[in-house]
Antibody, heavy 116, light 110 residues
Framework: VQLLESGGGLVQPGGSLRLSCSASGFTFSDYPMNWVRQAPGKGLEWLSNIRAETRDVYYADSVRGRFTISRDNAKNSLFLQMNSLEYEDTAVYYC??????????WGQGILVTVSS | QSALTQPPSASGSPGQSVTISCTGTRSDVGGYNYVSWYQQHPGKAPKLMVYEVTERPSGVPDRFSGSKSGNTAFLTVSGLQAEDESDYYCSSYAGRFTWVFGGGTKLTVL
C-alpha cells in the first residue's frame, strides 16, 4: 500500500489550493478515504471522509463549506479542494485509508503554508 | 467535534509498563467501540497501533494493548523499549462518518 500526496505549497490568505493523493498497491475503489492535517507542533485533526461506494462526503466543522473532498477511482486518486484558505489552515496534510473505522495507511504528508 | 483529552506527557523506564488515557464523551469514545491509537515519530506519518479498542494490526508488537471503560480509552505499552519513545494519538469514531483525535501524548523512555 502506498499513498503519495502532492499539490502543497505557499498560498496567500483567501487563496485556493488543490491537493492530490495517488494510491497504489490496493484496490482503491474498495476503500473509503480521509484527509487529516497537523498544524506545526500541534496534534492531528480529522478533516474529511469520502465513502467508497456512494462517494458520500463528510467534513469537520472547521472546513465544511470551504474544503471539498473528491475521488477518481479510475485514476486511483483522492483530492482535496481547499478554498478561502486562512492562516490557521497552515499544516501538513495527510491522506489516509479507512479500514475497520481506523486509518490504517497514511501518506507521507504534504505541507500547506498560508502566508502573505 | 471537541478533541479527546490525553495527558500531554507520560514516561517510564525500560521494561516497565505505561498507560496513556484518552477521555471523550458518550458521543464518541463511550458510544462506539471504534477507538484507535497511532504512534508518530518526529517528522513521520502516524502509524496505526490499535483499532476497534483492542485489536492490533499485523506487525504491531503485543506489548501494545488497548482497552476502554465508559468514556475513557487506554493504551498500555508493556516492556517499554527505547524505540517506543514517540508521540501517541487516540482517535474515536463520532458518528455520521466523522472522527475526532486526542491532543497527543509524548511518551518518554527514561
Amino acid at each position: 500500500v502506498q499513498l503519495l500526496e502532492s499539490g502543497g505549497g505557499l498560498v496567500q490568505p483567501g487563496g485556493s489550493l488543490r491537493l492530490s493523493c495517488s494510491a497504489s498497491g490496493f484496490t482503491f475503489s474498495d476503500y473509503p478515504m480521509n484527509w487529516v492535517r497537523q498544524a506545526p507542533g500541534k496534534g492531528l485533526e480529522w478533516l474529511s471522509n469520502i465513502r467508497a461506494e456512494t462517494r458520500d462526503v463528510y467534513y469537520a466543522d472547521s472546513v465544511r463549506g470551504r474544503f471539498t473532498i473528491s475521488r477518481d477511482n479510475a485514476k486511483n486518486s483522492l483530492f482535496l479542494q481547499m478554498n478561502s484558505l486562512e492562516y490557521e489552515d497552515t499544516a501538513v496534510y495527510y491522506c489516509a485509508r479507512d479500514l475497520r473505522v481506523a486509518f490504517d495507511h497514511w501518506g507521507q504528508g504534504i505541507l500547506v503554508t498560508v502566508s502573505s | 467535534q471537541s478533541a479527546l483529552t490525553q495527558p500531554p506527557s507520560a514516561s517510564g523506564s525500560p521494561g516497565q509498563s505505561v498507560t496513556i488515557s484518552c477521555t471523550g464523551t458518550r458521543s464518541d469514545v463511550g458510544g462506539y467501540n471504534y477507538v484507535s491509537w497511532y504512534q508518530q515519530h518526529p517528522g513521520k506519518a502516524p502509524k496505526l497501533m490499535v483499532y476497534e479498542v483492542t485489536e492490533r494490526p499485523s506487525g504491531v508488537p503485543d506489548r501494545f494493548s488497548g482497552s476502554k471503560s465508559g468514556n475513557t480509552a487506554f493504551l498500555t505499552v508493556s516492556g517499554l523499549q527505547a524505540e517506543d519513545e514517540s508521540d501517541y494519538y487516540c482517535s474515536s469514531y463520532a458518528g455520521r462518518f466523522t472522527w475526532v483525535f486526542g491532543g497527543g501524548t509524548k511518551l518518554t523512555v527514561l
